[in-house]
């Protein structure tokens, strides 16, 4: 590692180290080396270590110059030796390290390997009272053991055995584990108690009634030799089991015993379960339903399936689409609301979704290799967008929480949430949206209790869905870009920002239906300067760019004069100078055209992309572009009358309605005058002559009607002003009522609107940016 002082190091620092840490699952940065540490302390961790075989990295700060200095200010303290287990830094205490037990370091360090050491820490915390001895409860094989026994039922302490003479590993293993060399041996939680005299002074001293509150169970053993007869012919307790995974009802007391007794004797003969013989019982194991497990057992469950997998390293695939799985509700009527499914379910949900998401960290714990397993599990799983809101809102919301342990995942989860997303938007039909002359979308009431009898339209419905998973989406965006006392982190924002360019660039730029999903980048370019001008470089780029096909022109386009026009966290005084220099573009472009192939506009696509954005930006901003220093001059500058009436003829490809608004526009302020060109194309479209081709009215960035997550934008996002428009339409109504209009002012008789029915197009078009902006002011 090389290191130095300053930031640009540092942070060269911080990423070798953070990858060091990642790949090892225990570091210990000291002073010295293994074999010579220069402290005792140091030393006695070491031997630990050692001692119970964990594998272990070590690291001697004085190797780099500056290298104690940086972890330092990397780790939080200049204390040594920092041990960093699973990637995060241990900070108990370390005084008497040497002296501590197995059990001990296990529940303090958790990171010892699958073996022994494994199997020994399982059995010990099978039950919440564990009684290793010599022989069985009906046959004890010592004296000692007969007593222990004894004491135990006369204190009507329920409680497990293990007998050590069946396996000779565990029995010499434990007196390691534990340094307590004689048998029997008592543990309670986890924890040792003793042997027989110290079980008989907490007898005397009514301490084990108060250290064994458990339920009534009987041996695991049970279990096991069910296994073992059903393998050597005789099914009859085997069956049982399967009775008993298939049908118990936790609910009832009596049949939440038998369900724990199976799962915790199963969890002590998993490695039986990869016998193909036994291969029924294992799928009834991997199809358990956790609605109707407690927590406990959901976490014996757990345990099973992640064991299985150290017994037979072919199951992860099946135990992490099991977990994954769990990150969704199963099956919820459709006549069902959200608020009624969450006030019968949340709860039991909330659980199941931190157990799972609980196993899962676990599982890339012991696994960190099949991060893209996990990805690929969560890929597969996705719900159909057919399926019930919450069923969508949940997985989407639970993979999102899962980048808080798999943060090499955030920007492969982003993408696949926001690319699920834009199939839902797509497939949404814009037309249903539509309102009639009665009603309009930006009028419509979500009913917030979504109740049975006021149930949605399927589009709305798609809507509704769209509206939640964006609201917390962008919801999840805000908590992560912004610090608890408000103040933006940026940082991590520029994390975020970076990996969701990304995403628009593959999943969204390309799509032209879409008229949600792109607010995501809206509310992201509004939280810092430099983001909206990346943006925007990144559209003009595309635009004009030789190599990048003409629908992509066309979309980068469109996203590009929608996104100027309506963000109101740009300044206007940079709008007008996007506009001097778009426009200095298409005049050098008109320029450069010495044999102009109308024939073909496609062959023009850029010139005509760019000339419709600054129409748009135009229209829609004139009011505070004139209001500028000035900003008449500058709109001079622009030279829009020669732009309209040049031999490539704009306006005859941009869309209908824009071209209306914006020759309107311009004569009011008496910057061009369309009309008697807009009069010349009606004919020659009516005669044929010219290409049917058009650069249509998608304009993403237009009012969306999903009031949920429109309240993340809605004090950056600009509002069609309204009363400039309907100024512009009485004048032009008096202009027509007195004869007075100049002859380019009229069309051609067939295709003139009337004042009446201009008014009507600013109000009820299509044309995007001019969406129903009668009904804005209700956003």
């Known amino acids: 590692l090389h290191v130095s002082c300053n930031s640009e190091m540092f942070s060269n620092f911080k990423k070798k180290i953070e990858k060091w840490i990642m790949g090892h699952r225990c570091v210990v940065f000291m002073k010295g080396s293994k074999e010579q540490p220069k402290d005792r302390c140091t030393g006695e961790m070491l031997h630990l270590l050692d001692k119970f075989c964990v594998n272990y990295s070590v690291c001697d700060v004085n190797m780099e110059e500056n290298f104690a200095k940086n972890l330092a200010l990397y780790s939080g303290t200049d204390k040594l030796p920092l041990i960093y287990i699973n990637g995060k830094l241990f900070d108990g205490d370390l005084t008497g390290i040497g002296r501590m037990s197995h059990s001990k370091f296990c529940s303090t360090f958790e990171p010892y390997d699958g073996g022994l050491n494994k199997r020994i820490y399982d059995l010990i915390n099978a039950f919440p009272v564990m009684l290793f001895m010599k022989g069985t409860k009906t046959q004890p094989r010592c004296g000692f053991s007969k007593e222990m026994l004894e004491v135990l039922n006369q204190s009507n302490v329920d409680y497990a055995t293990y007998n050590i003479l069946d396996d000779n590993d565990v029995r010499e293993g434990l007196k390691i584990y534990s340094n307590w060399h004689t048998y029997p041996q008592l543990y309670v939680n986890g924890n040792l108690i003793g042997g027989l005299d110290v079980v008989k002074q907490m007898m005397e001293s009514n301490q084990l009634e108060k250290n064994a509150v458990v339920p009534q169970m ?409 209001n500028l220093t000035n900003g008449y001059d500058n709109l001079v500058r622009l030279n829009l009358h020669r732009i309209v009436t040049c031999e490539l003829n704009p306006l005859q490809y941009c869309s209908n309605h824009l071209v209306r608004n914006f020759a309107n526009v311009s004569r009011n302020y008496q910057l061009a005058f369309c009309y008697v060109t807009l009069e010349r194309n009606d004919r020659l479209k009516q005669l044929r002559l010219v290409a049917e081709w058009n650069l249509g009215n998608f304009f993403p960035f237009d009012p969306q009607p999903l009031r949920r997550s429109f309240t993340f934008i809605e004090d950056v996002y600009k509002e069609y002003d309204q009363t400039l428009a309907e100024q512009w339409l009485t004048t032009e109504e008096e202009d027509c009522n007195s004869g007075d209009t100049v002859m380019d002012d009229f069309l051609d008789e067939a295709e003139h609107l009337s004042a009446a029915s201009l008014r009507n197009s600013f109000t009820y078009c299509s044309s995007p940016g001019f969406v129903r902006i009668g009904s804005e002011k209700n956003l």
């Not at 959200?338 to 998401?357: L, Q, W």
């Not at 309102?435 to 209790?449: R, T």
């Not at 419905?461 to 608890?484: T, V």
């Open 218 to 626: 009987t041996s695991v053993l049970d279990v096991k030799s069910a296994l073992q007869e059903f393998l050597e012919g005789n099914s009859m307790n085997y069956c049982s089991i399967l009775s008993i995974l298939n049908e118990a009802q936790p609910e009832f007391i009596e049949q939440e015993k038998e369900l724990s007794r199976v799962l915790m004797g199963l969890k002590l003969c998993v490695s039986m379960l990869v016998n193909r013989s036994l291969q029924k019982l294992v799928s009834i194991i991997f199809n358990l339903d956790w609605m109707k497990l407690s927590r406990k057992l959901i976490r014996t469950h757990v345990d099973i399936l992640i064991q299985l997998t150290l017994a037979d390293v072919s199951c992860v695939d099946n135990v992490l689409m099991c977990f994954v799985k769990k990150l969704k509700p199963g099956t919820i009527s459709p006549t069902c609301t959200v608020e009624d499914d969450d006030n019968e379910n949340a709860i039991k949900r909330r659980i199941i979704y931190t157990e799972a998401h609980r196993a899962l960290k676990k599982l890339f714990e012991i696994y960190p290799v099949c991060v893209n397993r996990i990805f690929t599990s969560f890929v597969n799983a996705y719900p159909y967008h057919g399926q019930h809101t919450v069923i969508l809102r949940d997985y989407a919301r639970n993979l999102l929480h899962s980048t808080q342990y798999l943060p090499h995942l955030e920007r492969n989860i982003l993408g696949l949430i926001i690319e699920e997303m834009t199939k839902n938007d797509v497939m949404h039909d814009m037309s249903n949206r539509s309102v009639s002359s009665a009603e309009g979308i930006f009028e419509m009431k979500l009913d917030k209790s979504e109740t049975a009898s006021n149930k949605q339209s399927g589009a709305h419905q798609l809507l509704n869905k769209l509206d939640i998973c964006l609201s917390d989406l962008l919801s999840f965006l805000q908590n992560e870009c912004f610090f608890p006392d408000g103040n933006l982190n940026e940082n991590r924002t520029d994390e975020l920002f970076e990996s969701l360019i990304s995403v628009f660039i593959r999943s969204v730029l390309p799509l032209r239906s879409s008229s949600v999903v792109q607010f995501i980048w809206f509310y992201m370019c509004s939280l810092r300067k430099k983001y909206y001008r990346q943006f925007v470089k990144l559209l003009w780029e595309c635009t004009v760019s030789a190599s990048v096909s003409s629908p992509l022109r066309l979309n980068a386009a469109s996203y590009l004069a929608s996104f100027i026009a309506r963000a109101n966290f740009i300044p206007i005084e940079e709008i007008m100078k996007y506009l001097l220099s778009w426009t200095q573009w298409i005049q050098q472009y008109i320029c450069e055209q010495d044999d102009v192939n109308r024939s073909h506009p496609q062959l023009h696509c850029s010139f005509y992309c760019i000339c419709q954005a600054v129409f748009y930006i135009f229209s829609f901003r004139c009011r505070e572009l004139i």
